[in-house]
């Protein structure tokens, strides 16, 4: 099986449509599935197994977990299409997850019931879950846990089938390598084995019913010795059961000797007295045959002159009879004429129905017609009066689209006077904090100055306080001192400093907030600009010169614009509905102009058709009066009407020859039965006379006698009976015991040898290892797998091997395919189990490609030409990760295509061609990336 294309809708993390065309990876070689974790890699290798099997791979997600949570639209499908490749013709299966809506939150959830479609190579499709599940498994040749061990090593099964029990491994194998003959040997020995015990219990009850029907009822030793011998188990206990039968049938033949001699005896007696019995009834018949006779003799004698006239007339009227036979002979040859009538007269009814038929026809073809040209006359005034409607649709769409581009131009107004209504806000505002902030700079100035003099005047106080006269001033050098300062308030120089700040602080306030003023009212300007310049491009009942852009005219302005822009939108509704009425015209006369063309090819469709009739119709009345001249020609020759009244006629005469040859016949037997009862009379007369006084016996007595005698050969005849019956029973006992007894010593002899054979075949023979055929030989495949595996791993490894277990202790456990390592470094084995990480991924992976290499050249029935790695690489250093590379580079120049799920780096740099699988926050996407 070899993946062409994947189509994955809603699925895991892809919230929509992904597709992956394996076709432009190659036919063979590597390719790496690569991307984020949690991206979805491992999903591509869901939807395969989901696709072909209805299951995850082993990643241990859930069907119903497979509907993607990135998908927002509930009518989308969760869905995965695998178009595959397998022994060079193309497959196609879909399969859909089924999706519900809870009723309790109204959520989506997905279930696993699932549809699934498979459309096979001649275009042919199957649908429904079992039956595809089935034809896959057929196709393909394994199922899904062969699948994931063999060809998709998903993340937690990769050495599954390393590490699987001999059980296990055979259940794999046994799909991957037709050894059915072999399974059959086995299951056509069980069959056998079953059928020869079934054999032995049907021929052991046989011999024991045998045995109970032998008879020795009348010898009590032999009963009791019978019965002793009944009780034993055994082909010798039958046969002296037998040999009892022998002697009975001996013993019983004597008695009936004896009982022969006087049954002779008996018989004689018996036949003499029987002579004499017949003679006496005789006598006593013989008187009364010849007193009947005499009877009858007179009474007939009287009887035959009557008899004899009543045949002389019956004589006389036979030209009567004559006359009826020729009157019916003659009216039944005209009866055929009567069919030929009926033929043609049923012929002119079915060509006077067509007739009728035609005429209707015509008639309904030419109403048809006129139907159809009244239709044709409004339809075209219809057309005629939806001409310009083109042209008017056209100037009503210019116009509401001019309608639309000054609405639009309106809108953008009614947006600018809000922007300005904001930025007039905005500026009124800048300039009271301008302003506030002005007069805060001038009071820090002022409280500045007020402090800066008050210092001032202070120390010049100080300083005047310490003057003294004709000494010099330390500031002007004067030694006189006439108007010396007053020392007032004094002021710090910390509070001067505090003020200076405060003014510094005010002054960068007031600059910022007129630095701010003038930008909005800059802004302010600039959108009243803009907004001029709309209106004077949007109508010019707008014009900006003569309007007032206070906050009232503004506002005005923004009223007179939303009514403009309503009674745009007003007459953009009206216009639409113009339109739509416009449409509903052109709909309707286009749909007219077709339903002339239509009207026009059925009038020409009726007018031919109406021609055709006519000539039929013509015809047939040409028909007709052939038909009515054929009539009554063939009505001239008959008698009757009808051939019905024909036939009664014919029916009367026949009933009246028939009571006629009935009477005559009658008379004639009446005088015949009367001769022969005189003859008879006559002959009984003279027949019984000879008896008639002969000796007379006394019957009765005679009878008694026989009677007694009778009786006791009677008694003696059941008891010869009961003899001859026993002895016939057990000679018939003794010949089929022989052969039962024969028959069961040769099935027993042959049911043992079977029961050997099958305990092999099956390894349940004592002492021996417990290997079935099936696994013995698998064994050999598998010594081809190990053997394949074995090359692989020494490359990747440079030191194990793998070996079958054969372990002579472990005989009464089903074993054969287990594997053990041995390490060429200690020179031992040991235990698969016992592999390191890195180890036990070189091991399985050797397995699982020596695997499928034996599989391919055994021909054994299975495509393995994919294969689809997901974990392990990680686990190896950089040298056997070479080495690894190598391999799986060697498989993929071959006719395989494999496919690595893998974050390792160098693996990244070193496969060309890559499944690229990209993770955002609305769902995952695949893209190709190829060398």
């Known amino acids: 099986m070899k993946p062409r294309k994947l189509t994955i809708c809603a699925f895991g993390p892809y919230a929509g449509k992904e597709t992956v065309d394996f076709r432009a990876l190659g036919e063979q070689g590597i390719y790496l599935i690569s991307g984020q974790t949690g991206s979805g890699k491992s999903s591509i290798f869901d939807a395969i197994c989901f696709a072909l099997f209805g299951k995850d791979s082993g990643s241990g997600r859930t069907v119903e977990s497979f509907r993607s949570g990135h998908c927002t639209d509930p009518e989308l499908e969760t869905s995965v299409e695998l178009e595959f490749e397998l022994h060079g013709e193309a497959y196609v299966i879909k399969r859909w997850l089924h999706i519900v809506k809870r009723k309790d939150t109204g959520d989506y959830e997905s279930t696993s019931d699932q549809r699934v479609r498979l459309t096979l190579p001649d275009g042919s499709s199957m649908e429904g879950q079992r039956r595809v ?18 060809v998709m090593l998903a993340q937690g099964d990769f050495s599954k089938f390393l590490k699987s029990s001999s ?69 010798l206990a039958a046969a002296d059961c037998f040999e009892i039968a022998s002697r009975a049938c001996e013993l019983d033949k004597a008695r009936i000797g004896e009982i022969g001699v006087r049954e002779a005896e008996l018989k004689r007696c018996s036949d003499e007295l029987s002579g004499k019995i017949a003679t006496a009834r005789q006598q006593t018949k013989a008187r009364k045959a010849i007193e009947s006779a005499e009877a009858s003799l007179q009474a007939l004698s009287g009887k035959l002159p009557e008899l004899e006239a009543a045949v002389q007339a019956m004589e006389e009227r036979k030209p009567e009879r004559d006359e009826l036979r020729a009157s019916i002979a003659r009216r039944e040859a005209l009866l055929p004429k009567y069919d030929k009538l009926d033929e043609a007269q049923s012929a002119m009814a079915e060509l006077e129905s067509k007739k009728e038929k035609a005429d209707a026809a015509c008639a309904a073809g030419a109403a048809e017609t006129e139907r159809l040209r009244t239709e044709q006359k409004t339809l075209r005034e219809s057309i005629d009066s939806a001409a310009g409607a083109d042209a008017e649709k056209v100037k009503l769409e210019s116009e509401r689209d001019l309608l639309a581009s000054r609405k639009k131009g309106l809108e953008a107004i009614s947006e600018r006077l809000g922007a300005l209504e904001e930025a007039r806000t905005q500026a009124e505002g800048a300039k009271c904090d301008a302003e506030r902030a002005l007069a805060s700079k001038q009071k820090a100035d002022d409280d500045f100055t007020l402090l800066s003099n008050a210092l001032l005047a202070s120390q010049a106080g100080i300083l005047a306080e310490r003057l003294e006269d004709g000494k010099p001033c330390p500031v002007c050098g004067s030694t006189s001192h006439p108007a010396p300062a007053h020392r007032e308030a004094e002021a710090s120089e910390q509070m001067v400093e505090e003020a200076k700040l405060t003014a510094s602080k ?42 007032s852009f206070d906050s009232e005219g503004c506002a005005a302005l923004a009223k007179e614009n939303s009514a403009a822009i309503e009674s745009i939108e007003s007459q953009v509704a009206s216009i639409d509905r113009q339109i739509s009425e416009l449409k509903r015209r052109i709909e309707q006369r286009e749909a007219s102009k077709a339903r002339l063309e239509a009207s026009e090819r059925r009038v020409e469709e ?31 020759d008959l ?80 008891e010869k009976s009961a003899i001859a019956t026993a002895i016939a029973n057990n000679e018939r006992v003794i010949e089929q015991g022989a052969r039962t007894l024969e028959e069961y010593e040769r099935c027993e002899s042959r049911a043992n040898a079977i029961l050997s054979l099958y305990r092999t075949a099956n390894g349940n023979v004592a002492g021996a290892a417990r290997i079935t055929l099936e696994t013995y030989v698998l064994s050999f495949f598998f010594e081809d797998i190990l053997e394949a595996a074995s090359q692989r791993l020494k490359v990747l490894s440079g030191r194990y091997e793998l070996m079958r277990v054969e372990d002579p202790d472990r005989l009464n456990v ?36 020596g695997l499928a290499d034996v599989a391919r050249n055994s021909a054994g029935g299975v495509d393995l030409d994919s294969m689809f790695i997901d974990e392990g690489f990680g686990t190896l250093d950089d040298e056997t990760l070479d080495v690894a590379m190598r391999t799986l580079q060697e498989i993929g120049s071959g006719d395989k295509l494999v496919g690595v799920i893998s974050h390792v780096g160098k693996l990244k740099d070193s496969i060309g061609n890559k499944v690229i699988v990209e993770k955002t926050l609305t769902g995952s996407h695949i893209h190709l990336e190829l060398e």
């Open 639 to 718: 008698e009757f009407d009808s051939r019905q009244e024909m036939q009664e006629r014919i029916d009367d005469e026949r009933s009246m020859l028939s009571v006629a040859e009935r009477q005559a016949q009658a008379a004639a037997d009446a005088f015949e039965k009367c001769n022969q009862g005189i003859a008879s009379a006559q002959t009984i007369i003279e027949q019984n006379s000879k008896f008639v006084g002969a000796e007379i016996l006394e019957l009765d007595q005679l009878v008694l006698e026989k009677e007694r005698i009778d009786g006791e050969a009677a008694g003696i005849a059941r």
């Open 606 to 636: 009726l007018q031919g058709k109406v021609k055709g009739v006519e000539e039929l119709r013509s015809r047939i009345a040409d028909e007709i009066a052939r038909t009515a001249s054929r009539i009554e020609e063939t009505k001239g």
């Open 133 to 150: 599940d089935a034809k896959i498994v057929e196709l393909l040749q394994i199922d899904f846990d062969q699948f994931t061990k063999i």
């Open 506 to 547: 005010a002054a960068e306030a007031f600059n910022d907030a007129a630095a701010l003023n003038s930008k909005l009212r800059a802004t302010f300007e600039g959108q009243l600009e803009e907004l001029k310049r709309s209106l004077q491009a949007a109508d010019s009942k707008f014009d900006a010169s003569n309007r």
């Open 814 to 849: 089903r074993s054969g395919l287990d594997i053990e390592v041995f390490d060429s470094y200690t020179g031992s084995t040991r235990p698969s189990s016992t592999l390191s990480g890195g180890e036990e991924f070189q091991a399985s992976i050797s397995l699982a490609l």
């Open 167 to 235: 059980v296990e491994k055979q259940r794999i194998l046994e799909k991957v390598f037709d050894i059915r003959d072999y399974k059959r040997i086995t299951d056509r020995l069980a069959t056998m084995n079953r059928e020869a015990k079934e054999a032995l219990l049907a021929l052991g009850a046989r011999l024991d019913e045998q045995i109970r029907s032998i008879d020795a009822s009348t010898h009590e030793e032999l009963a009791a010795e019978l019965e002793d011998n009944k009780g034993r188990e055994s082909s």
